[in-house]
């Protein structure tokens, strides 16, 4: 509507204007437009703010209407136009923003009036603020002002005058360039944000085609935030606290420092300056009602928050401790209020860590208030805090965290092993005990202990520095009390029942546990119903070794397992679990468990008995071993026995190298003897014996032994032919005396004949000598081949009676050649061929070539033949005897 209005003004005047004799002076004498003139040019560069101010004397019915122009540079040109209106008064002014820094350029401003609403009165002057001319160098505007975060923002660089700018960029990031004139030049930033750094700044760099580089900063910041979440309180109705929160970070740095104010309004007190979040004031006597004003303020704007309250309605009472006197199991506490809070009914909280929250109500005059902390927990270190609140309307705050200490309480665990003693009437009892001191605190001194107990209708007692004791029982029932003396005097005693000796735990076999790992032991039994205060199992520390540290847990009745750690266990020793169960007179023992945490291979070796039975085809194998010996680190399920042939010294085979035959497990570790069939008679055998685990064998223990020789294999042997021979004795004896002239022919030399033994005896050494000095080669290819055959397997041939001229050297290479003896004499002995056994061994690397083996075969034979010596005699035949050795394969 304005500008409608405006548009119509116009009209009209251009309508005066085109109607007027411009030709004629009448008309400048009558009509003489003021002209306007301004007074002020204010610029406010923090705010990039022009406020100009003109005045004008005359008078009107209506608002006046103006129109205002603004230009850049030496050239005014024209950045801003407005036609406006304001009242009537004697002097006006107007206020334009502009989007560049004003330093940046010349900012020129005239104004005209559109008079009486008719007619534009003359321009004024111009009238012009100058911007930065570049005689200090190159500066660019913004410098070190607080930007707001979100909007835009143009950057000018202004440079001497003859120097050009080539390059704006802000945070290293490079921005176009706008022209302003022929020297400046600007960009322009839309929504500023505040750059992941220590502080939020621009950092601006300008350069020019000269090389240089200018630079400046600018900041980052956001306007005030009004205040939300108002609250205030008094703790002693003397003095009132405000606070309010803030949902905006607090500033990385001051340059946008902003100020906190608060105003009671409906009083005559100055305004208080606050701090960020809370401002603290006194307050006013008689004054119930408050009505307040928070003022928010920086560089770019403000914010304000009002609240009203009762100061009667917002009492949070401030507490202090007094004392603290803590007990055994409970503790008292006390504390009092600041302030004349007397007319009010307090509330107040006492809580401890750990532990719960009490709510208990003080009415006293004076403000001191005090509670009884019950069911604490003995020796244990606590922490209380306490706050009250009046009427119940607002909690105080809470006071800081006292700690104090509960005095300890002692219990004792107590247990017990007995003893039968050889005296049928007399038993030894073994208490054992372990102190129990509840809660987290330190140790606490223990002086003694004192063992109470009934005998004989006597009550007698013994004093011990140590947590055990060992007293001589009858075989009735007894009852024991165990008390440990402390600083504050005795803890609770502990009670404990030794059956009679009827109702003592019977002979019970062991179990073996079968549920058993590396990670612990899990032991359970059956449910007893005569139990009825719970079980309680037991063992050794040290497992079986002497003497027995005795350990315990104690299980509810409605239970019937516990799972005992592996930490507390040590692999390879085996543990005896003896379970309880609690009845009204005692401890009746159900069952014994044993087992290993983890059991290991290493066993000891059986003891062999000496005094082995043995025949020619087995042996029967003795030891001793205790399968059930504690002491063993694993369970014994039988015993393993190795059986190998040792080789005898001589043989073929390597000497003393035993070669394994055959193994025999016992799978009963109670059986301790083993029989061994199916052995070779006269040979020597090695048994290797050793306990079974169910790892596998542990050590073993060895013994050799030699099987018996079976001699009536050899007695069939020699009486076979001796009964042959006493039975053709039996049938020749008629014929006795025929057989008689018939040996001595045989058996006797004939007259004449000379053999000469001692040449005998050399040759025959002579040949063994040569035998032995032959080495063995290595054997390429052998094959032995044993046959059973005639050594002459031909028939002795006679020859001619009459000895050829060269009697004394027949040539050998015949193949059966003849060495006569005496031509009288006939071996008659060697009539018949009687069967003989030759071996025979052929080796293609032991033999020679026929040729050589027939040459040295000539050689050995005719250098022997020297040793007989032929007498002369009557011709008769002769039987040759020869022999050759083979050179085939």
């Not at 917002?314 to 006197?325: C, N």
């Not at 006269?682 to 014996?689: L, T």
């Amino acid at each position: 509507m304005a500008l409608l209005k405006m548009s119509r003004v116009y009209l009209f005047w251009l309508y005066l204007m085109s109607s007027q004799d411009l030709s004629g002076c009448c008309f400048d004498a009558v009509w003489q437009l003021p002209r306007l003139s301004i007074r002020h040019l204010q610029a406010m560069s923090d705010k990039q703010s022009l406020t100009v101010s003109w005045q004008l004397n005359h008078s009107s019915l209506v608002e006046d209407v103006y129109e205002i122009q603004i230009g850049r540079t030496e050239n005014n040109t024209i950045t801003y136009n407005r036609i406006f209106s304001v009242p009537i008064m004697d002097s006006h002014n107007h206020t334009w923003t502009s989007d560049l820094p004003l330093e940046c350029v010349d900012h020129s401003v005239r104004i005209r009036l559109f008079y009486n609403q008719s007619v534009w009165t003359p321009w004024s002057d111009w009238k012009t603020n100058k911007g930065y001319q570049g005689e200090n160098g190159t500066k660019i505007f913004p410098s070190g002002q607080v930007l707001r975060e979100g909007t835009s923002a143009m950057f000018c660089c202004v440079p001497p005058r003859g120097v050009n700018i080539t390059s704006i960029t802000i945070n290293n990031i490079k921005h176009p360039l706008i022209s302003i004139s022929d020297r400046v030049k600007a960009i322009l930033v839309e929504n500023l944000t505040k750059p992941e750094t220590i502080i939020d700044a621009l950092l601006i760099n300008c350069s020019d085609n000269t090389g240089t580089l200018s630079r400046t900063w600018n900041y980052l910041s956001s306007p005030p935030q009004k205040p939300r979440n108002f609250s205030c309180v008094t703790a002693d109705m003397k003095t009132i606290t405000c606070s309010w929160r803030s949902d905006r970070k607090p500033e990385r740095d001051k340059h946008n420092k902003k100020t906190y104010t608060l105003q009671i309004q409906n009083s005559d007190q100055a305004p208080i300056l606050c701090e960020q979040l809370s401002c603290t004031f006194s307050a006013i006597p008689q004054l119930e009602e408050y009505n307040i004003r928070v003022v928010v303020k920086d560089t770019l704007g403000e914010e304000t928050e009002s609240y009203s309250f009762n100061i009667s309605d917002r009492v949070s009472p401030s507490v202090e401790w007094y004392t603290i006197s803590p007990q055994a199991t409970d503790s008292t506490v006390s504390w009092f209020t600041h302030g004349n809070l007397t007319q009010m009914s307090l509330l107040c909280q006492v809580t401890t860590v750990p532990e719960s929250t009490k709510e208990i109500k003080c009415s006293s005059v004076s403000g001191f208030c005090k509670a009884k902390l019950e069911h604490l927990l003995p020796n244990t270190r606590y922490t209380a805090r306490v706050r009250c609140s009046a009427d119940g309307k607002l909690w105080g705050q809470w006071t800081k965290p006292e700690a104090f200490k509960t005095d300890p309480l002692v219990t004792l665990d107590v247990w017990r092993r007995i003893k039968q003693l050889p005296e049928a009437n007399s038993r030894q009892v073994t208490l054992v005990w372990i102190p129990l001191v509840p809660g987290s605190a330190a140790s606490v001194n223990i002086k003694g202990y004192k063992v109470q107990w009934s005998l004989g209708g006597k009550n007698q007692q013994k004093d011990s520095r140590q947590t055990q004791a060992t007293l001589p029982v009858g075989p009735g029932q007894c009852d024991f009390s165990v008390l440990a003396e402390v600083d504050g005097g005795f803890s609770i005693p502990a009670h404990i029942t030794v059956p009679q000796r009827d109702d003592q735990e019977k002979k019970t076999s062991e179990t073996r546990l079968s549920s058993s790992s590396a990670a612990g032991f899990n032991v359970s039994w059956e449910h007893d119903e005569n139990a009825t205060c719970g079980y309680t199992v037991d063992w050794c520390i040290l497992g079986n070794v002497e003497p027995c540290i005795l350990q315990w847990v104690k299980v509810p009745q409605n239970k019937n397992s516990v799972f005992l750690p592996g930490k507390d266990f040590k692999p390879g020793c085996r543990y005896a679990f003896n379970i309880f169960g609690c009845r009204e007179n005692g401890h009746q023992l159900l069952e014994i468990q044993t087992g290993y945490l983890q059991e290991l291979q290493s066993v000891l070796p059986p003891s062999l008995v000496e005094l082995v039975q043995r025949t020619s085809s087995s042996v029967t194998l003795e030891w001793r071993f205790n399968e059930n010996d504690a002491s063993h680190p694993a369970f014994i399920t039988g015993y393993f026995i190795s059986v190998q042939e040792v080789q005898e010294v001589g043989t073929d085979k390597l000497s003393g190298h035993a070669s394994d035959l055959f193994n025999v497990s016992v799978e009963d570790p109670h059986r301790k003897s083993v029989t061994i069939d199916g052995l070779q008679q006269n040979q020597e055998y090695a048994f290797s014996v050793s306990a079974l685990t169910k790892d596998g064998p542990g050590q073993a223990t060895t013994i050799t032994v030699r099987t018996k020789t079976n001699y009536s294999a050899y007695m069939v042997e020699i009486l076979t032919p001796t009964l042959l021979l006493l039975g053709c004795t039996l049938l020749l004896w008629s014929q006795r005396k025929m057989l008689q002239k018939g040996l001595k022919g045989i058996l006797f030399y004939p007259t004449g004949m000379d053999i000469k033994a001692p040449e005998l005896d050399s040759f025959l050494q002579e040949t063994g000598e040569r035998l032995q000095s032959q080495k063995p080669e290595e054997c390429r290819c052998c094959d032995i081949e044993i046959l059973s055959r005639p050594f002459l397997n031909e028939t002795l041939t006679q020859r001619d009676p009459e000895p050829p001229p060269d009697s004394q050297s027949y040539p050998l290479t015949q193949p059966h050649s003849c060495v006569p003896l005496r031509a009288e004499y006939c071996p008659q002995l060697w009539n018949r061929a009687a069967p003989q056994y030759n071996t025979s061994i052929s080796n293609e690397s032991y033999f020679h070539t026929p040729e050589e083996g027939l040459s040295g075969t000539e050689s050995m034979i005719s250098d022997n033949q020297s040793s007989f010596k032929l007498s002369e005699g009557p011709n008769e035949s002769c039987h040759d005897i020869y022999g050759y050795i083979s050179n085939e394969t």
